[in-house]
């Protein structure tokens, strides 16, 4: 339960930029978003690198098992 409450006041922080343009939350909200974004960011080229170096593996061990 405690897990979808964070969520939810993510998405509001996320859109309450969109909501209430003019406000204070504004730039914490923009820090917010651009940080967000930065992790996934992040996450998602790690990811690939470890997908390549997975592929390489799986190439590698294909090649052998040829010879």
Do not use: C, D, H, W
């Amino acid at each position: 339960m405690k897990k979808y409450r964070i969520i939810v006041f993510s998405i509001f922080f996320v859109f309450a930029g969109a909501i209430f343009p003019e406000s204070a939350l504004s730039e914490s909200v923009n820090l917010l978003n651009n940080s967000i974004t930065m992790i996934s960011l992040v996450l998602t080229a790690a990811l690939v690198f470890f997908m390549q170096a997975g592929f390489a593996m799986v190439e590698t061990g294909l090649t052998r098992a040829g010879s």
